[in-house]
């Protein structure tokens, strides 16, 4: 099991002590039978937890004698989102193509996140192309065979 | 108790039934294989295509998943030291330096074999537990119903029985039962955090969550595995299916003491919500290493450990589904995933549903057993198999899987901004990831959260402060209390002792 770095720990409290700090004064104007779950969660659980986090972040920062900022995060794990150049360019390719189905439809924005997957992973052109419309014809199928209804976009 | 499972297996042989088994089973085996895809990550794929199934034809292709991806979590780990998951570690730390000696066929002979007798004392214990689970969850009330839910999550939260971090795992737990709240209160129906968007007032949709949670990250992390790949097209994985049985029995005659132990740890270990597999799996590692008269050859490489892990977490397997089944409460990712399945099918599992449908209670049961058969009949050609499997360019696999969860996802709800919903739960999913806050947890605070605060505030409105005074719930809120209690003490202190530790203040100065 990898250990956060103290810094991972001053990160994810500030983040419950936001979520927490948020959640509160969101349910602090609901009627008491209904915000009081969410209330008691964001107010005596999720921000406490902020603060204990933090707290230990410091700690850590303080007393360790050299804190662990690049070792157990970067040893290589298979379970995790490596955020290397590639994986950014996957997820902001993959988020263009999915805002994208809406006005380019579901066919034509998967068939250019293949086009531009190809290219991040540097596959041959032609395999990519013909990769593309073998994508899109068995998509455009599944579709019709199954009736679904998928935005059509630019194709309507 | 038992009746309904005549029915079920005439409902299990139908060829249609049988075939989603086989087609979970064979899923199961690529998901498991394929380093850095877990078994749940498919679930989560194909969950929405489940809707409009026959609610136990879908859970059946979904625990054919879960089980040989199960199994198959340590096939990666074996052959190029990346599981599949994380019960695939024990396995893959003493099987891949097996694999390095040249004892490759052993190993994976060992593994299936072992899975396949741990998934038969599993099924065993499954059967004799799911009853005796439903006579103690008919004792229940609305408020031991919210606070047996709570026991699940502070279990999970605190790692009180495993080693996970506190903190980061209530944390997780907290985040999920905050998306829970998200939409209509369940009692009152008053809208909260989403007054402006009709669309969610019904709150987050199970679907947008699972894939969310489990598909989208998948596809970034697909991004990075390439070099994993490398190592197994070059291997050659054919060996004597004849020879490597003979080992097998050879070393289950040795050691037949040691292999029914760890299953039945395996499956005690698995019925209780928040272990599973994965505590199953190094249960039953050391419970081979303290049997063991080798004990040298830990840490080394040795078939032993590999036996009593693989026995055990596919033991576990049948029984994490034992309190969904007779509670209606997922313990696991895996069984939240089979809960959404009943879910979407309108099926409510618990109690009742033995009471109404025990056939559909004893098909699922049943149909984990055919799993075992299923992956033993797959598993040995499929290892030959795997080094295809391995040669798909994660360049066409991403785009393919964002088509299939984005159909999935509109599929689920008809409605185009759940594919936005869920590509953004997703890439929070990512961030939490790195901060190290277990999905798993999310997932099922955001399942069980409407279950505990309708129950909880119904008992409540009922009953007052009084309620939670019986015997049945008094007890429940005790021993959350020491749960959570023993949880911070045996994770949280020893972390800050350390931190406080001389040794760590001697290096400062």
Redesign the interface.
């Given at each position: 099991?990898?250990r956060?770095t103290p810094y991972?720990d001053l990160?994810?409290g500030a983040?419950?002590l936001a979520?927490g700090a948020t959640?509160t004064v969101?349910?602090l104007g609901?009627?008491s039978?209904?915000?009081?779950?969410?209330f008691a969660?964001?107010a005596y659980?999720?921000a406490p937890?902020?603060v204990?986090?933090l707290f230990?972040g410091v700690?850590?920062l303080a007393?360790?004698?050299?804190p662990n900022t690049d070792g157990d995060e970067d040893s290589e794990d298979?379970?995790?989102?490596?955020?290397?150049p590639?994986?950014l360019a996957?997820?902001a390719a993959?988020?263009l193509?999915?805002?994208a189905?809406?006005w380019l439809g579901?066919i034509i924005s998967?068939g250019l996140?293949?086009l531009v997957?190809?290219r991040?992973?540097r596959?041959r052109l032609w395999v990519?192309l013909v990769?593309v419309a073998a994508?899109s014809a068995v998509?455009w199928a599944?579709?019709r065979f199954f009736s679904?209804?998928?935005?059509e976009g630019l194709l309507m | 108790m038992y009746t309904g499972i005549g029915d079920a297996l005439l409902i299990l042989l139908s060829p249609m039934n049988l075939s989603w088994i086989a087609l979970g089973t064979l899923l199961g085996l690529i998901a498991g294989t394929l380093p850095g895809v877990s078994g749940v990550s498919m679930m989560a794929l194909l969950l929405p295509f489940t809707f409009g199934m026959e609610p136990e034809t879908s859970v059946l292709m979904l625990i054919g998943i879960y089980a040989a991806s199960t199994y198959s979590s340590s096939t990666g780990g074996i052959l190029y030291n990346i599981p599949g998951g994380a019960a695939g570690v024990p396995t893959t730390m003493e099987g891949y330096k097996l694999s390095m000696k040249g004892r490759t066929g052993e190993v994976l002979s060992t593994d299936i074999y072992a899975s396949f007798i741990g998934s038969t004392i599993g099924f065993v214990c499954a059967v004799v537990l799911t009853p005796l689970f439903i006579t103690f969850a008919t004792l229940f009330g609305t408020a031991e119903r919210g606070l047996f839910a709570l026991l699940a999550l502070a279990l999970v939260g605190t790692g009180a029985l495993s080693r996970a971090d506190p903190l980061r795992g209530l944390l997780a737990v907290g985040i999920g039962l905050l998306v829970g709240t998200v939409g209509m209160q369940p009692n009152t129906g008053f809208v909260r955090f989403v007054e402006g968007y009709p669309q969610l007032w019904d709150g987050f949709h199970l679907v947008w969550i699972i894939v969310g949670l489990y598909a989208i990250p998948q596809i970034f992390r697909l991004a990075t595995l390439e070099k994993y790949f490398h190592a197994v097209r070059e291997m050659d994985l054919h060996y004597g299916f004849g020879e490597e049985f003979r080992r097998f029995l050879s070393l289950f005659r040795r050691n037949r003491g040691m292999i029914i132990r760890t299953g039945l740890i395996g499956s005690i270990v698995g019925a209780l919500p928040g272990l599973g597999t994965v505590a199953s799996s190094w249960l039953g590692y050391q419970e081979a290493y303290r049997s063991s008269k080798a004990k040298e050859e830990f840490g080394n490489g040795s078939i032993e450990a590999v036996a009593g892990a693989e026995t055990a977490n596919n033991a576990a397997v049948p029984n994490t589904i034992v309190p969904l089944l007779s509670l209606g409460i997922p313990g696991s990712a895996a069984s939240a995933l089979i809960l959404g399945a009943f879910l979407l099918a309108g099926v409510q599992p618990g109690p009742q549903m033995m009471a109404v449908n025990p056939e559909k209670v004893w098909t699922i049961l049943l149909g984990l057993f055919f799993t075992g058969v299923f992956f033993v009949i797959f598993g040995l050609p499929f290892h030959r198999v795997a080094i295809y499997v391995t040669k798909v360019k994660p360049a066409f696999l991403i785009p393919a899987i964002v088509a299939f969860s984005a159909i999935g996802t509109f599929l689920a709800t008809g409605f185009e901004e759940g594919i936005y919903i869920t590509l953004g739960i997703g890439l929070v999913a990512v961030l939490l990831e790195r901060m190290y806050l277990p999905v798993a947890n999310v997932l099922l605070g955001a399942i069980l959260g409407p279950t505990i605060e309708k129950e909880l505030l119904l008992a409540y409105q009922i009953g007052g402060v009084g309620r939670f005074m019986q015997p049945g719930a008094a007890s429940l809120v005790l021993i959350i209390a020491a749960i959570l209690l023993w949880g911070l003490y045996k994770n949280l202190l020893p972390s800050l002792v350390e931190i406080w530790s001389p040794k760590s203040s001697q290096r400062v100065s």
């Open positions: 099991m990898m956060p991972a990160l994810t983040f419950a979520l959640g969101i349910t609901y009627p039978t209904s915000g009081g779950f969410p969660l964001s659980m999720v937890i902020g204990l986090l230990k700690l850590r007393l360790e004698a050299r298979a379970q995790h989102v490596q955020f290397t590639v994986t996957v997820i993959v988020t193509a999915t805002f189905i809406g579901f998967t996140l293949a997957t190809g991040i992973f596959t990519t990769y994508q998509l599944f579709l679904v209804q998928m935005p | -």
